[in-house]
Each structure stands twice: as C-alpha cells, then as structure tokens.
C-alpha cells in the first residue's frame, strides 16, 4: 500500500504554462483529492499532455503554482523533486520501457526511484528474491507472470503496456498519471486496459489522471472527468452524467474559430 498522506494530490492554484507564443494552461485552478480516478478529455491541443506533465513536476508553471502530495514544485532541488517524483508512477505515451532489457528489469526499475547509479545497476544486474518475487506478484496481476525473464522487445504491444503497468505498481505509488496510454491499441483491447489500470488503482488507493481520447471510455470508468478546451477547464463532473452537449462545448468548432483556421 502506499504511503498515507492526508493532503489532496495534486492542487493547481492559478496555474499557467507558456510556451513562447502559445499559452497552453491558462490560470487553471483545480484541486484532485486522493484516490480520485481522472479522465482528461479534449481536443488536440488543448493542453492535456501539458497538464500531466505539472502534475509529474517535470515542468514547472510559468505562473501560479502546483503542489503535489502536499509539497509546492517550484523552487524544489533537484534531489527533493527526483524525490517528489517517486511517489508518481508516471506511463507516458511511448510507455517508456526498455526493449533490451528483460521484463523483470524493467519492472525493477520502476522502484529504484532516486538511488545511485552503482545501486541501480546491482539491482538489474542481481535482483534480490523479495524483489522478484515482487515483480512476479505484479506481473500476475496484469496477466502475464509467464513473461518475466522475457526480453521485452519479444512482447506484443497490448504486453509491453501491461509491463508499463507492473512497473508503475511495483514502485509502489501515490498516484499514477497516464497519457493517452491506450491510443495505439484496438478498442476491445483499449477497454481492457483502461480498466485493468482503473481496478489496479482503486486497489493500491492511487489516486489515477489518464488522458484519453476515447469519450465512451471516459464516461464508463471515470468517476471524475475534467474537460480542456485551449488551456482551459470547461467541463468537470462524472463520466456518468458527460451529455452531448459536453461534447459539443468541447469539440466543435465555432464559426469564429473556423474562419481564423481557414
Ligand atoms: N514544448 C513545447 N513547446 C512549445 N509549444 C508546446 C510545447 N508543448 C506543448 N506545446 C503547445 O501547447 C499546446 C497544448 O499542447 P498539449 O500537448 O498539452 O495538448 P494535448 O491536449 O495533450 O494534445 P494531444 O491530444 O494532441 O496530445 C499546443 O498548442 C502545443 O503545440
């Protein structure tokens, strides 16, 4: 089980994030409270990726703040944010595994967290038995114990996101962010693994923030869906109740906006 801690997760206070010319985050304020389980939806562009990557601290606002499990990400030294970045398991995009290394490897790099180098490479290089047996337990969990001394670039896309997966719960983490986990895979498999990683949370007490693109997906498994339209949140409530007219305010385009595209 995680660690308690009784602040929220994440709390964003008047959070902006400028790059150059484009504001991407626009004064977003927005509390997540632990264990809550998040879809983020919206258009290309809107600033979803950008959100999670506050929320991981690997950038910090160009105005307002972000505090993670309590802790402000401004001003932090490079050893308290590595450290800050521990109780985050983070699966980005390109999930982030290493195809050379076999699967119980990769896993264990998910809990070496800010360790040194020479630790790390002991721990890859001579696993301890707690250790696998750790990993094994993971693997199990999303299906595929019988991968475990597997090269991972042998496995199939839909098992490389399970390991990326396992990885995320071995470090053992506060809360998981996920973006767009599931854009390259088949809806039946899509379904399958938003809901292996919303069960998984729910049992580790993480609190859990996914991008998607999917809306059903959104609406079947999240209890808290938050909307972004150009940098701002236009839409915050339960995937059950998200109406077509959610959807609109969300994706269609205005004439005005068609025009300055045209
Ligand atoms: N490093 C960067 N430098 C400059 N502009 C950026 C950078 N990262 C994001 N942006 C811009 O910020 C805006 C929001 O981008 P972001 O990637 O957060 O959107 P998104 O909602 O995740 O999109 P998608 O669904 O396509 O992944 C976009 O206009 C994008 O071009």
């Known amino acids: 089980m995680a660690a308690t801690n009784t602040h929220p997760s994440f709390v964003l206070e008047s959070a902006s994030m400028q790059f150059k010319s484009t504001l991407a985050l626009d004064e977003i304020n927005l509390t997540i409270e632990r264990g809550d389980r998040v879809a983020l939806i919206g258009p290309s562009g809107s600033g979803k990726s950008t959100l999670l990557k506050l929320l991981n601290a690997s950038l910090a606002p160009t105005s307002g703040s ?81 991968k475990l001394f597997e090269r991972t670039s042998s496995l199939s896309g839909g098992q490389q996101q399970r390991v990326a997966i396992a990885r995320t719960l071995f470090q053992n983490p506060q809360s998981i962010l996920a973006d767009e986990p599931v854009s390259s895979v088949d809806p039946a498999r899509a379904e399958d693994l938003v809901d292996l990683l919303t069960t998984l949370a729910d049992s580790h007490n993480a609190t859990l923030v996914m991008s998607l693109h999917n809306l059903e997906l959104a609406k079947r498994f999240f209890p808290r869906v938050i909307g972004l339209r150009k940098g701002h949140v236009v839409i915050d409530k339960p995937g059950s109740a998200l109406t077509e007219a959610d959807t609109q305010t969300l994706y269609d385009l205005s004439a005005e906006e068609l025009t300055a595209d045209a």
């Open 66 to 146: 972000v505090l993670i499990h309590g802790k402000s990400t401004t001003g932090l030294t490079p050893k308290d944010l590595r450290k800050l970045r521990t109780t985050i398991g983070w699966i980005p995009q390109s999930l982030g595994v290493i195809d050379n290394l076999t699967v119980l490897q990769n896993i264990v790099l998910g809990g070496v967290g800010s360790q040194s180098l020479a630790s790390t490479l002991r721990k890859l290089t001579f696993p301890s038995r707690a250790d696998r047996l750790r990993v094994l337990e993971h693997l199990e969990r999303v299906g595929i114990g019988q």
